[in-house]
């Protein structure tokens, strides 16, 4: 099966590393009062081409996301500062695809960060794959105020072709895997993907970084639908990545979207 991997970086995001890894920073009976630090995470998209189709892997910020497009308290603790240079389209350009190009999306999750893009897909029967327990939570927090607050209505809420995952795991394409893990959001969808022979785990947002998946530091609870789930989750995901040697990236890490450019299967 040729399956190659192009990364499209959809820009940065600024935070505070407790966001990232619960409990980072704190203080102490010698440090009562210690400075907490902002770090950077990217935001990347991937490309991934197969015979039967070429699929997007998540779509990234609105464009307008600090123009009042996310809720303002939202944009100040997550700040997207450049997401007005990284429309979905002109990202696909730099890598050298055509929106026209894409056969079918697959969304990790339904978060602001990943489903911006979706409006690009409005009205056309380009297949969205998406879990029914993210689409449903989706919808649920974004119209009431229970639920999560990093669901934006405006960016799903669109004449779109889902293609609704109900199961724990389904195959759609020969070689890719799309893996139910709940914890970060009920619904996150990872990807398992075989390239020339080897086996690559797209995590998605389950590890934000890689401290969230090999030390088994969980973000904060802000970023946790379910930390119960997530445990589980990250034990289900090691599991596969110890039964296929697979590499695993998460969803924001700087060194994994390094590795990723590197190309995934070309080493
Ligand atoms: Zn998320």
Redesign the pocket.
Known sequence: MDITIELLNRGHIRADINHVVGGTVMGTANDSNPQTMMGESPVYNLVIEHPEATILWDTGSHPSAGDGYWPPELYAAFEHYDADEHELASDLATAGYDLAEIDAVVM??L?L??AGGLYEFAGTDVPIYVHEDELKYAYYSANTDAGSV?YVASDFDHDLNWEIVHQRSETHFEGIEFVHLPG??PG?LGVQITVDGKTLIVA??QA?VRDNYDQERPMSTG?LWSSSHWFESLQRLKDRERRHNATVVC?HDAGDVARLREGIGSE
């Open positions: 990790s999750h978060h960060d990943h990093a970060h959001t996150l998605g947002d934000y970023l969803g």
